[in-house]
């Protein structure tokens, strides 16, 4: 009977060291995880931050060029205006053709020197 009760307590002594080692290789384990899970978090959250200021860098640069085209269109048009407008007074007969030429006043065109 102590034989028995001798390899009982041997088989239980194992068994609470593995138990032990395998709590340990448990917690181990779930540090390195929570480790390799926080890294692809933060990594993730650097790519898209990344992707959300090239959207807006690229958004940004797109509405630069739509205002600049529409402002050269709208100097466009109000050129062809202004030069219809000549045409019509000068057919009219309502000022002379040599009487168009620019005067002290008169809008002047803007440049790009302010971007």
């Given at each position: 009977?102590?034989?028995?009760?001798k390899g009982f307590s041997?088989?239980?002594?194992?068994?609470?060291a593995a138990a032990e080692k395998t709590k340990a290789g448990v917690e181990e384990a779930a540090?390195?995880?929570?480790?390799?899970?926080?890294?692809?978090?933060?990594?993730?959250k650097e790519g898209v931050v990344t992707s959300v200021n090239t959207?807006?860098?690229?958004?940004?640069?797109?509405?630069?060029?739509?205002?600049?085209t529409a402002v050269a269109g709208a100097?466009?048009?109000?050129?062809k205006a202004v030069e219809g407008l000549e045409s019509v007074v000068a057919s009219t007969g309502l000022v002379k053709p040599g009487e168009l030429t620019k005067q002290?006043?008169?809008v002047e065109q803007p440049t790009d020197a302010g971007q």
């Open positions: 009977m102590d034989a028995l009760k041997m088989a239980k002594e194992g068994v609470v540090a390195k995880t929570k480790e390799g899970v926080m890294y692809v978090g933060a990594k993730t959207v807006a860098h690229k958004t940004t640069e797109q509405a630069n060029l739509v205002s600049e100097n466009q048009a109000s050129e002290e006043g008169d």
